[in-house]
């Protein structure tokens, strides 16, 4: 069966053409990545951009500890993506976290795009932790901040087939 160019396309190629497409005009697509620590915000950067910007981790707390934005130019189009700490980890209170994040983006960005929201794919039922993040997200932002919010399911490549 034969593939359309998009299908063959990498993910980064995926959601660059997509928010492209619905940017209303923008010259600058901003996105705010968030999440629980170890659900893979800074990989699905690495995978949004098309290359490695973004340190990985591999540990029982979060690698990322502050709000990093991230360009990348696509078409002319400016992608600004802001990476964020790991919200429920255990070296850090939320509400700390979500106040450096408040701040930096009320400081530094105008207006969102898109949120995505990293949920992880391999796990078998979402755990309280992951609804009491985005409860605190909500609280923090208000309910709006969920309007052009999409939850990205990570670790697909660990989601085992299912037994019969």
């Not at 940017?23 to 620590?37: D, E, P, Q, V, Y």
């Not at 009491?132 to 909500?138: F, G, S």
Request: aromatic content about 8%; proline content about 2%.
């Amino acid at each position: 069966e034969m593939a359309t160019g998009l299908e063959k396309k990498s993910v980064a190629q995926k959601v660059q053409f997509f928010l492209f497409q619905n940017a209303g005009g923008s010259n600058s697509i901003h996105i705010f990545l968030t999440g629980k620590t170890g659900n893979g915000k800074s990989s699905l950067v690495n995978a949004i951009i098309g290359e490695t910007v973004c340190e990985e981790g591999k540990y029982l707390y979060g690698v990322t500890r502050e709000v990093t934005k991230h360009d990348a130019t696509v078409n002319d189009v400016q992608f600004v993506i802001w990476d964020s700490p790991g919200l429920q980890d255990i070296t850090e209170d939320d509400g700390v976290i979500t106040n450096r994040i408040k701040q930096k983006l009320k400081k530094n960005c105008t207006h969102l795009h898109l949120t995505i929201y990293a949920i992880r794919m391999d796990r078998d039922r979402v755990e309280k932790s992951e609804i009491d993040a985005i409860k605190h997200l909500t609280d923090i932002f208000s309910v709006k901040f969920w309007d052009n919010a999409v939850f990205a399911l990570t670790f697909a490549n660990r989601v085992l087939p299912p037994i019969e």
